[in-house]
């Protein structure tokens, strides 16, 4: 393989009592790779994530991310890694500026450096007007750039965004989606994205995986999965007709 | 360290400027003035009355004013302080989500834990400093007192004691909030144990010194059994961090009292030095009588804050 991977897991598994969350996960990722991380609630999506990032601890096998073990080097991933995650929390009394002054200073990020990258990063994620509003008072998809613009500031190798799109009108999921494109391109940032929008992974997604009660049941990019799913000649198809076929008629 | 002196910094700023802190203060502040204002006034007649004493100055700590002693105010409120400072410390990140988000950064987890505990004991720092220091502009401007060197490492000895007895509340509190995950919960949890370990321990020393001891008031009692009765209610009443607080920083503020055991437990030889000897002792030797009551009171301290510690480092957190 030419380009390096930036995640690879083998059986990665965890369970919580009895409960199988994860079931011998392998998987892997590329670097400058956008993964469509799919699957119904409660598949094991946050929990791999979790595990990734050396946040849980695995009941069984590995994983490497950006060549480290996260449970090892738990300190080490997560300067590379940022993490977004689902329904991120912000204080509601701070201004944009201030969330990104305490997470540039948790990253050792400080003074005019800080100051600079702040700036730039509020206009990237087009919050440059609200810089000085109160978090509290701001709309979902505000807080969801806000939230990318937190996990920026690290200069990060691998995006972790669990379903950004949550909870977004359509015009904010348009934008978000874009924006996600626009740093793998400009800044060749890998991202494993999980989402329910499935329409806007097909956009961006070089590959998905399907993840079901635990198991990885389809990985690939979308066209060949369309074929072995759809056995299609050249007609039009959609993530979500592939995505369908993975569930037992309702 | 980048990421504990970065949570520090964010908690030490959340506390100056909250409401609930302004409050505090103010309530506190208040409290203090007028103690130290009636402790005053009742030592500046006490004084013309009394004999030459030799450190007149801590009498205004450890006189009691219209209610109580700014000793026993300390006893009493200090865990108020610290159970406010402390109870939604981790549960309101949880709450809130912010508390994934803090542990995705690169930062040691315990990070988080010491550094609102820090910023908590410095919090209560500058507290405890200006109100002693608040008295201490009192004295000198409404009895005229001067304090001595040795009462200024008294009092600063004082100052230690009381930090570390409400960083104990502060690492009880977090401990709460570390393991109910509703704010509600833990503010009602250590408001319980407030009221338990200042209202009930005591009564329930002396039940229990009865129950095992009884002395009756018309029969004769054995002298052992009112010494055993003494003894029980002693121990158990010790259990109570504001007892062993209460009598850590008497025998600190007063130096004239040379041991913290009720007179029933005195041995004769005991008591006639007591009575006939009334010399202060040097501040190494009251050090040493509340020496056992020190170690206890940092212990308890740490073992909370470790307890504490354990569980979040070893927690899992999803949200």
């Known amino acids: 393989m030419d380009t390096p991977t930036v995640i690879e897991t083998k059986d990665l598994s965890k369970e919580y009592d009895h409960q199988v969350a994860v079931d011998h996960l392998t998987f892997s990722i590329r670097e400058g790779e956008i993964f469509g991380f799919l699957g119904p609630n409660g598949a094991g999506k946050t929990t791999t994530l979790l595990m990734l990032l050396g946040l849980t601890r695995p009941s069984k096998g590995s994983a490497l991310v950006c060549g480290l073990d996260p449970m090892r080097k738990a300190k080490e991933v997560k300067r590379r890694v940022g993490y977004l995650p689902e329904n991120v929390g912000f204080y509601g009394d701070l201004d944009a500026v201030e969330s990104l002054e305490y997470v540039a200073s948790l990253n050792g990020i400080r003074g005019t450096e800080a100051r600079g990258k702040i700036e730039e990063l509020l206009e990237l994620v087009g919050l440059s007007e609200d810089a000085r509003k109160k978090v509290g008072a701001f709309s979902r998809g505000m807080k969801q750039r806000l939230g990318i613009a937190e996990v920026l500031l690290k200069d990060p190798e691998v995006l972790f965004l669990d379903e950004p799109t949550l909870g977004l009108d359509p015009e904010g999921a348009v934008r978000l989606i874009d924006l996600i494109s626009q740093?793998?391109?400009?800044?060749?940032?890998?991202?494993?994205?999980?989402?329910?929008?499935?329409?806007?992974?097909?956009?961006?997604?070089?590959?998905?995986?399907?993840?079901?009660?635990?198991?990885?049941?389809?990985?690939g990019s979308i066209e060949s999965l369309a074929k072995e799913k759809l056995g299609l000649g050249g007609r039009e198809y959609s993530l979500e007709e592939i995505y369908m076929k993975y569930f037992p008629e309702v | 360290m980048q990421g504990l002196y970065a949570v520090f910094r964010?908690?030490?700023?959340?506390?100056?400027?909250?409401?609930?802190?302004?409050?505090?203060?103010?309530?506190?502040?208040?409290?203090?003035?007028?103690?130290?204002?009636m402790a005053g006034?009742?030592?500046?007649?006490?004084?013309?009355?009394?004999?030459?004493?030799?450190?007149?100055?801590?009498?205004?700590?450890?006189?009691?004013?219209?209610?109580?002693?700014?000793?026993?105010f300390v006893a009493f409120f200090g865990p108020l302080i610290g159970l406010v400072l402390g109870f939604d410390s981790i549960n309101r990140e949880r709450a809130h989500g912010t508390l994934i988000k803090l542990v995705s950064q690169p930062i040691y987890r315990d990070a988080v834990i010491n550094g609102k505990f820090l910023a908590g004991v410095m919090t209560v720092s500058v507290m405890l400093l200006s109100i002693i220091l608040v008295i201490t502009g009192f004295g000198l401007a409404i009895v005229g007192l001067v304090p001595g060197v040795e009462e200024i490492w008294r009092l600063f000895v004082f100052l230690i004691i009381s930090i570390f007895y409400v960083s104990f509340w502060i690492a009880l509190s977090i401990l709460f909030s570390i393991l109910f995950k509703s704010i509600v919960t833990s503010a009602l949890a250590s408001g319980a144990l407030w009221i338990f370990l200042w209202?009930?321990?005591?009564?329930?020393?002396?039940?229990?010194?009865?129950?095992v001891a009884p002395i009756n008031a018309h029969e004769e009692t054995q002298a052992e059994t009112i010494i055993k009765n003494a003894r029980i209610k002693e121990i158990t009443s010790l259990a109570s961090p504001m007892v062993l607080y209460s009598e850590a920083t008497a025998a600190i503020i007063d130096p004239m009292l040379n041991t913290t055991r009720s007179i029933t437990l005195m041995g004769p030889m005991e008591k006639l030095l007591s009575s006939r000897f009334q010399n202060p002792l040097p501040l190494g030797q009251s050090l040493l009588v509340v020496f056992p009551h020190l170690t206890v009171l940092i212990a308890i301290t740490l073992i909370c804050f470790a307890v504490s510690y354990l569980v979040f480092m070893l927690q899992e957190i999803r949200t």
Do not use: W
């Open chain 1, 183 to 219: 740093l793998n391109q400009e800044r060749n940032i890998s991202v494993l994205l999980s989402s329910h929008h499935l329409h806007q992974v097909q956009k961006i997604s070089h590959r998905v995986g399907i993840m079901i009660t635990g198991k990885m049941v389809a990985m």
């Open chain 2, 10 to 37: 964010k908690e030490i700023c959340d506390h100056f400027t909250s409401y609930r802190f302004v409050i505090l203060f103010a309530l506190i502040a208040m409290i203090s003035l007028i103690t130290s204002y």
């Open chain 2, 41 to 72: 006034i009742h030592l500046r007649e006490d004084l013309e009355a009394l004999a030459k004493t030799r450190y007149p100055f801590l009498m205004l700590f450890s006189t009691p004013g219209a209610m109580f002693s700014m000793v026993q």
């Open chain 2, 199 to 211: 209202l009930i321990i005591p009564v329930g020393a002396n039940v229990l010194a009865n129950a």
